[in-house]
């Protein structure tokens, strides 16, 4: 009963340095999404994933890419890390792009940029 | 554009006592509202839905009415215990912004025995 997993779950970054966050999902949805969480600001969608072979930028964009690899894979990349980008990151799918589509959260990924 | 307005925590109530979030909406389409709970330490998950005007959406004991006329919608439970402490987030999606979430800042609950 997997659903949506993430990795890693912690993680400390350099100034600069780069990595990248991995999320799969096995409930065959068509819609990927991250998102960061900020202390007082609620979740913000960085970028999203409609279907297989789309990506469209979100809220909040600037400083990351992203990759969907297939259909159950949509992973997050910092090319290079900057203290503002300290936060913690949720990737969640959701089977189509209706409203009423109810959208699933991974356990998200704690990263600090020092 | 669409946002989401809920009410400043942290919420400190003692067991068995009624429990009200409130949450209010702008949005320029019919949008579809959600509460999100996160428990300490994990992911969301979907407390409970509504995706028109007059539903009510249910789950646990907690409830929520969409009120179109004052763009609310309030999370209520009649009431609370120790395990309902956790981070809730009222949230909308509109159809014609696809299925992205817009969430509110989070309201934290803390109930004492």
């Known amino acids: 009963n997997a659903g949506v997993t993430q990795t890693p779950k912690f993680q400390v970054l350099k100034t600069g340095q780069s990595m990248t966050l991995q999320c799969a999902q096995d409930?065959?949805?068509?819609?990927m999404y991250w998102y960061r969480q900020d202390p007082g600001m609620g979740l913000r969608l960085i970028y999203y994933s409609a279907s297989e072979g789309t990506t469209d930028k979100g809220e909040v964009p600037n400083g990351y890419n992203v990759s969907r690899l297939n259909k159950r894979e949509f992973s997050l990349r910092l090319e290079s890390a900057a203290p503002s980008q300290t936060s913690v990151y949720f990737c969640?799918?959701?089977?189509?792009?209706?409203?009423?589509?109810?959208?699933?959260f991974g356990e998200g990924s704690w990263l600090t940029v020092v | 554009g669409n946002s989401v307005t809920q009410m400043e925590g942290p919420v400190t109530l003692s067991e068995e006592a009624f429990l009200t979030i409130n949450c209010t909406y702008t949005?320029?389409?019919?949008?579809?509202l959600f509460w999100y709970v996160q428990y300490p330490g994990e992911g969301l998950q979907l407390l409970l839905k509504?995706?028109?005007?007059?539903d009510k959406g249910s789950n646990k004991g907690f409830e929520a009415t969409y009120r179109k006329e004052t763009t609310s919608f309030h999370l209520e439970k009649g009431s609370v215990q120790v395990s309902d402490s956790a981070v809730y987030f009222c949230a909308l999606s509109d159809q014609g912004y696809g299925n992205k979430l817009v969430f509110g800042a989070g309201t934290i609950l803390r109930v004492k025995s």
């Open positions: 409930m065959n949805h068509n819609s």
């Open positions: 969640a799918s959701s089977l189509g792009q209706g409203g009423g589509n109810t959208i699933y």
């Open positions: 949005a320029t389409g019919y949008p579809s």
């Open positions: 509504a995706t028109k005007a007059d």
